[in-house]
C-alpha cells in the first residue's frame, strides 16, 4: 500500500517542483529586468536638471559622499571640476543641488535671496525642532523670529562697545588658568568652548556659569555629540525606510534625545524667568522675548514657550562653536608659525603696548591681526558647506531647473580652497591679504566663513569682538608652544556640519 501510495504521488511531487522550478526562474527574470530598468532609471536625469554624477538604485550617490567619511567638501571639489558650478547629487530620494564659485554663491543669495534663503526638511528641523527657532525655520516665521532676535540682541550689545566688557570677564579667568598652567603641556579645548559659550549665556540667560558646573558640562557634551551625529541622521532621513531597521543605527533616537534634553534645560530656564520676572527691568533675552509674548496675542506661534525654547539654543549653538572652534584652528597655526605669531604680537606691542588689556578700538590700526584672523576662517574652513537651504517650489537658475523639495548646498568650500582665488590655498598664509603697504588688500571680502545672504550667521558680530580680544590678550600675555616642534597633528579635521582642527596640546609660556 505504501508502495502503491508512492508511485501515485511521486509525479505529482515532480510536477510540482518543475513548476516551482520554473515560476523561480521566471521571477528571476522579471527581478533582473525590473533591476536593469530601475538602474538605467537612476541614471537618469531629467534634461534640465542640474548635471551630476550616476548614482545607484534607491541610495543614489549616497556611496560616493560617503568615501571620505564626514567630507562631502572634497568630494565636491572633483565634481565642480566635472561638471561645473551648479551640479546635483542624488542622495536617496532626494535632490542635493550644489552651488559653488563667489559668482554662482552671490547670484543664488544674494540676487536670488527670495527664491534661496529657506531651509530643507530634515529630521532635526522638521520632526524634532518642528520648524521652530531662526536656523530651521522658513518663510514668515523666520522672517519675524530673526528680526526680533536681531533687535533684541542689539539691546543687550551686539554690534556695540559696551559688550566688550562681558568678553573681557571671561577673558580675564581664561588667562588665568593658561597662566595656572606654569608652561605644562595642555589642552584648551574644552576650556575655549566654556569661555565662548558663558558669553552668549550672559547674552540670553542672564549669568555665566562656573566651569565646574555640572549641568553646563552636559549642555557642551550634548551639543558636541550632535554635531558629530549630525552626518548619520541625514542619511537617514533621505531614505526614510533605514529608519525602521533595528536598533539606532543611524542615531535617530540619539539625535531625538539630545535635543529634547538641550530644549528640556532651555524650558527651566524659561520657567525661572517667569517666576522672576519683572516687565520693568528686562534682565536678558529670555526676559525681553516673554515681555513681548505677554503683549502678543495667544494664537501668535512666533512668541509661544517653544520657539523661544528652539530660539535659545539655535542662539546657544552658533554662539559656541564657531567661534571657539576658529580660537582652536589659530592657536594651532601660530604654534607651527613662530615667524607669524611674533609678527602679530609684534603689531600687539606697538598699537597696545603691555600695559593695557586690547580694546576693540585698536583693532582698525592692527592690519596684521585682521589678515591672520581672516586666514584662519578662511583655512580652517569652519562650515565649508553652510547650513543647508531649500526650495520650497520649484526654481530657474542659469537655464538649469532645481525642483522643488530639493536640499541646496552653499559650497562656501569651493571659494576658500579654490586655487583661482587663493594662491595656494593649502598653506596657511595672512599675506595674501595685505597689499605691498600692509593694509588690507580686498581679499578679505572673499572669506564667507559667516555665509552669506539673507541666512548669513545672526552672531558674526560678537564672533569678530570675541576672535579679536581673546586671540590678542592672549598673544600679548603668552608666547605659545607646540608639543612636537616639527610635527603637527594629524587627523581628520570634521565632526559633522563643523569643520574642526584636530586635538592638540599647547605649552603656554608667560610673557615677564
Not at 112 to 132: G, H, Y
Request: a neutral charge.
Amino acid at each position: 500500500m505504501c508502495a502503491e501510495l508512492t508511485f501515485k504521488y511521486t509525479p505529482d511531487i515532480t510536477m510540482m517542483l518543475d513548476w516551482l522550478a520554473s515560476v523561480n526562474t521566471f521571477t528571476i527574470g522579471i527581478i533582473v529586468v525590473l533591476f536593469a530598468l530601475l538602474v538605467k532609471w537612476s541614471r537618469q536625469r531629467p534634461g534640465r536638471y542640474p548635471p551630476g554624477p550616476s548614482g545607484y538604485p534607491i541610495i543614489g550617490s549616497l556611496p560616493l559622499l560617503r568615501r571620505l567619511g564626514s567630507r562631502p567638501h572634497v568630494i565636491f571639489r572633483d565634481l565642480r571640476a566635472e561638471f561645473g558650478d551648479v551640479f546635483s547629487v542624488r542622495v536617496g530620494r532626494s535632490l542635493l543641488v550644489v552651488i559653488n564659485g563667489i559668482d554662482a554663491l552671490k547670484e543664488a543669495f544674494i540676487k536670488r535671496a527670495e527664491d534661496f534663503s529657506d531651509r530643507p526638511d530634515t529630521f532635526r528641523s522638521s520632526v524634532v525642532l518642528k520648524r521652530n527657532g531662526i536656523v530651521p525655520s522658513s518663510g514668515q516665521h523666520w522672517k519675524l523670529t530673526r528680526t526680533f532676535a536681531l533687535s533684541t540682541l542689539r539691546e543687550f550689545g551686539f554690534g556695540k562697545r559696551s559688550l566688550e566688557a562681558r568678553v573681557m570677564e571671561e577673558i580675564r579667568v581664561f588667562l588665568e588658568v593658561l597662566g595656572d598652567q606654569k608652561g605644562k603641556l595642555y589642552d584648551p579645548k574644552d576650556f575655549i568652548q566654556l569661555s565662548i559659550s558663558n558669553i552668549i549665556c550672559n547674552i540670553v540667560f542672564g549669568k555665566r556659569f562656573d566651569h565646574d558646573d555640572a549641568k553646563f558640562w552636559k549642555l557642551i557634551e550634548l551639543l558636541e555629540e550632535s554635531f558629530r551625529l549630525s552626518q548619520t541622521v541625514s542619511t537617514a532621513f533621505n531614505i526614510p525606510w533605514l529608519r525602521y531597521l533595528p536598533g539606532d543605527i543611524f542615531s535617530l533616537n540619539k539625535i531625538r534625545n539630545n535635543a529634547n534634553e538641550l530644549i528640556s534645560y532651555m524650558h527651566e530656564q524659561i520657567n525661572d524667568h517667569k517666576n522672576t520676572f519683572d516687565p520693568d527691568n528686562p534682565r536678558d533675552f529670555m526676559d525681553v522675548f516673554i515681555k513681548e509674548q505677554n503683549r502678543q496675542s495667544s494664537s501668535n506661534a512666533v512668541f509661544d514657550d517653544f520657539n523661544l525654547e528652539v530660539t535659545v539654543l539655535n542662539l546657544f549653538v552658533a554662539g559656541t562653536e564657531t567661534t571657539a572652534t576658529t580660537i582652536r584652528w589659530t592657536i594651532l597655526q601660530l604654534m607651527y608659525h613662530q615667524d607669524i605669531q611674533a609678527r602679530l604680537r609684534k603689531e600687539i606691542d606697538r598699537v597696545v603696548g603691555s600695559s593695557r588689556f586690547p580694546t576693540f578700538n585698536d583693532k582698525e590700526n592692527m592690519p596684521y591681526y585682521s589678515a591672520v584672523i581672516t586666514e584662519a576662517l578662511r583655512f580652517g574652513n569652519i562650515a565649508p558647506l553652510s547650513v543647508p537651504h531649500g526650495a520650497q517650489k520649484d526654481i530657474e537658475f542659469r537655464g538649469m531647473f532645481i525642483p522643488k523639495g530639493s536640499t541646496i548646498v552653499a559650497n562656501l568650500d569651493s571659494v576658500h580652497f579654490d586655487p583661482s582665488v587663493f594662491e595656494e590655498p593649502e598653506k596657511f598664509n595672512p599675506d595674501r591679504f595685505l597689499d605691498a603697504d600692509g593694509k588690507l588688500n580686498g581679499n578679505e571680502k572673499l572669506v564667507l566663513a559667516f555665509s552669506l545672504g539673507r541666512r548669513v550667521c545672526l552672531g558674526e558680530s560678537l564672533a569678530r569682538l570675541e576672535l579679536f580680544l581673546f586671540l590678542t590678550s592672549l598673544i600679548q600675555r603668552f608666547e605659545l608652544h607646540p608639543e612636537i616642534p616639527d610635527k603637527m597633528p594629524t587627523g581628520i579635521p570634521t565632526k559633522g556640519l563643523q569643520s574642526g582642527p584636530p586635538d592638540y596640546k599647547v605649552k603656554v609660556v608667560k610673557i615677564n
